[in-house]
């Protein structure tokens, strides 16, 4: 394609503005901004002729560079992350993003069109999801992981000589936004028990168990028999979200739970499903199910381990004991149930009371006995 008649060392091919350099080795670089906008060009080639006026060399851009596509590196990373532990997610992730960029050069990928693309994930339904009118089509935090997953994506690309640094430092510039993690939705004793009256027969325990420990779903679908103590009333986890281990006391109605389960000869997994004798990936139908025959709304698996945590509180039980149960790296991650204990509040306040009271009513009998 004939250059354009631009500033000398710019031109433009398309929508997307290019620069052109003499190099260190004496040869003409070519380099695309990657960008629709002019002052985008401008400032990589004042960057690449402040580079080499400095003697360093700026990088070279390879053919093989400029014209592999988002979709060819979505298939070298699924490949780098096939053994890693959240390779199920990222699948999911790199299969929308693929979706989205599949046909796009590296180089020609734009912050704005990152971020034209975050905004449609928290305003559009994802293909085969129904519109959730009351919060929006996907989370802030999931379209956070969305936009990690890209961002470790790009940055694999620069490793791999693919993108150049200026082209990663300027689609790092795309935000991730500020999350809402304080939810705390729980349910009553009596949601309680019409929620287990609900669950089909292989959902009963897994939300016993829950209800009555606090852990969170991984916890609980990845745990094994050789992990719960039914003779000394404990189950140990040693691979949390914190990083740390711990010890979780069994009380009368999960150890009434535990031992009416049936455990297979070919698997140690303490909840497997029936078919397969293999693990639970996934529980949300079932559970949805049970929710909406139970009439309970808005609440999520996770929200069990809320509620866990919640009726300890309201139960009188004081926050250090339970930020231990839920295995808490801080107590501060505790604090948002403490509104959940006026009562407790206001007695530990009223022991103040108390003292001052009794050291006044010793203060004047001291003074009368000096009379």
């Known amino acids: 394609m004939a250059k354009a008649k631009n500033s000398k060392g710019i031109y433009r091919r398309g929508r997307i503005w290019w620069i052109t350099y003499a190099g260190l080795d004496g040869r003409q670089h070519f380099e695309s901004s990657g960008s629709a906008f002019k002052a985008a060009a401008e400032y990589l080639l004042a960057c690449r002729r402040k580079a080499i006026a400095e003697g360093t060399a700026p990088p070279v851009t390879s053919r093989r560079t400029m014209n592999t596509t988002f979709a060819e590196l979505a298939e070298r990373y699924l490949e780098f992350v ?7 997610a990222k699948r999911i992730f790199v299969k929308e993003l693929k979706k989205e960029f599949g046909t796009v050069k590296l180089n020609a990928l734009t912050l704005a069109a990152v971020e034209g693309w975050q905004a449609r994930l928290l305003s559009q339904p994802r293909p085969g999801r129904a519109v959730n009118t009351t919060r929006g089509a996907l989370s802030v935090a999931s379209v956070n992981r969305h936009l990690a997953c890209l961002k470790h994506m790009l940055t694999k690309a620069h490793e791999w000589e693919l993108i150049g640094k200026d082209a990663l430092d300027r689609l790092r510039r795309v935000k991730l936004m500020k999350e809402e993690n304080r939810r705390s939705r729980f349910l009553s004793l009596a949601e309680i028990q019409e929620l287990i009256e609900a669950a089909e027969h292989h959902l009963k325990p897994v939300l016993i ?4 420990t606090g852990c969170r779903r991984g916890e609980i679908l990845g745990l094994t028999w050789d992990r719960v103590d039914l003779k000394h009333g404990f189950i140990h986890l040693d691979k949390t979200k914190s990083g740390h281990g711990r010890d979780i006391p069994i009380n009368a109605t999960l150890q009434n739970c535990l031992k009416g389960l049936v455990r297979r000869l070919d698997t140690n997994l303490v909840f497997y499903n029936p ?16 929710c909406r025959r139970a009439k309970i ?22 926050l250090t004991t339970v930020s231990r149960l839920l295995g808490h790296a801080s107590l501060t991650m505790t604090l948002r149930y403490s509104h959940l204990a006026p009562d407790h509040l206001q007695g530990a306040v009223e022991v ?20």
């Open 297 to 318: 709304h808005d609440f999520h698996f996770h929200d069990l381990r809320h509620t866990f945590a919640s009726q300890l509180v309201m139960a009188g039980v004081d």
């Open 82 to 88: 096939a053994t890693q532990k959240a390779v199920a």
């Open 275 to 290: 078919d397969t004798g293999g693990r639970w990936h996934d529980l949300k139908r079932s559970f949805a199910s049970a």
């Open 352 to 371: 103040l009371a108390r003292l001052q009271s009794a050291a006044g009513a010793g203060e004047e009998k001291a003074k009368s006995a000096r009379k």
């Open 209 to 212: 168990f829950a209800l009555n």
